[in-house]
């Protein structure tokens, strides 16, 4: 049986890693992420038993303390840190024995970064996986399946739009450099998988405003992927949208598909439509994908089926990440100015 360590317990960790681990862990007999789950939160020292949804996990001090708490060859870590925060516990985890990480979207804040952690997994005999739920989401499973089936023709293009008020979570803080990394890995890492690799040929963010404060790159992002055989990606991200979605469109030869991933954890629900000169098929289906993308984790960490594309995915989507940040004019990490 596999352990848990949970790092970082801002809204990645708390909010949806340690519901989803939960209900795995008691559902079905499956033998992983049963309470006591152990947490650490470096930005703030925990009470054991503190109240709240933590409730039944049990609270580390240190990385050090966690070491002592659970068998680290025998534990799977999600470093829920933000992305320009995940070196340097991923060091001292290495350093203390852990091997097994699920790490939260990007992997990494920029190239350079990006470099020392697959330096590190080569040189620690890392097993790391970027959390990147929404390809193991069954939206994206039944748009795989129009596109293989070759019903519709060859894809010509894609486009995502996404959409969320975030001023309350950019205000208090949480590492996120730019609007390029909070909801634009989620699209990206699928667009590449829909229709592999692209290249960046433009890309451009804005800033959030908030009363007097400016929050330089946290507006809103966006970019264009030029891919093979002509198809090209159009990905957008507003974080200043007073409404939310997100909506992925594909052009196909014979059709359109309008796909709808789940907003919030607060309703598991996608839909799809599908629309050709015959008409529209509209469906509504139940779509956890974190809960998918986590069970597909766990089985590749004990063993029983791996996941052979990552890292090299993941580092697929820091990379051009990185190429619509130099192209969007940003040098450097970037906080809030007043």
Request: neutral net charge; aromatic residues 4%; proline residues 5%.
């Amino acid at each position: 049986m596999l352990g848990t360590l949970v790092v970082g317990l801002g809204r990645a960790g708390a909010g949806l890693h340690l519901p989803v681990l939960r209900k795995l862990g008691h559902g079905g007999g499956r033998p992983f992420g049963r309470p006591p789950i152990t947490v650490y939160d470096p930005r703030r020292r925990l009470a054991e038993g503190e109240a709240g949804d933590l409730g039944d996990v049990a609270v580390a001090h240190s990385l050090a303390h966690a070491a002592t708490l659970l068998d680290p060859e025998r534990t799977v870590v999600h470093l829920c840190t933000g992305p320009s925060a995940r070196l340097r516990p991923l060091t001292e985890l290495a350093d203390l024995g852990f091997r097994r990480f699920l790490v939260e979207k990007p992997l990494a804040a920029d190239e350079v970064e990006l470099r020392e952690i697959l330096r590190l997994c080569d040189h620690g005999g890392l097993d790391l996986l970027p959390v990147t739920q929404w390809r193991s989401s069954e939206l994206t499973a039944r748009i795989r399946g129009v596109l293989t089936g070759g019903r519709l023709g060859q894809l010509r293009s894609i486009e995502v739009t996404q959409s969320k008020p975030r001023f309350a979570r950019t205000l208090a803080g949480d590492d996120h450099p730019s609007a390029f990394d909070v909801e634009v890995p989620h699209s990206l890492a699928v667009a590449l998988l829909l229709a592999g690799r692209g290249e960046v040929v433009g890309a451009g963010c804005t800033d959030m405003l908030l009363g007097d404060a400016v929050f330089p790159a946290l507006g809103s992002a966006w970019l264009r992927l030029r891919h093979a055989d002509g198809v090209h990606t159009d990905i957008r991200a507003d974080l200043t949208s007073p409404v939310r979605e997100r909506r992925i469109t594909l052009e196909l030869d014979g059709g359109t598909l309008v796909g709808h991933y789940p907003i919030s954890a607060a309703d598991e629900y996608a839909q799809l439509s599908v629309r050709t000169r015959g008409g529209k098929v509209d469906s509504v289906f139940r779509d956890d994908s974190l809960a998918a993308f986590l069970t597909a984790a766990y089985r590749h960490f004990d063993g029983a089926e791996r996941i052979a594309d990552e890292p090299a995915t993941g580092a697929a989507v820091v990379a051009v990440l990185s190429e619509a940040k130099r192209q969007a004019g940003l040098r450097a990490p970037v906080g809030a100015q007043r």
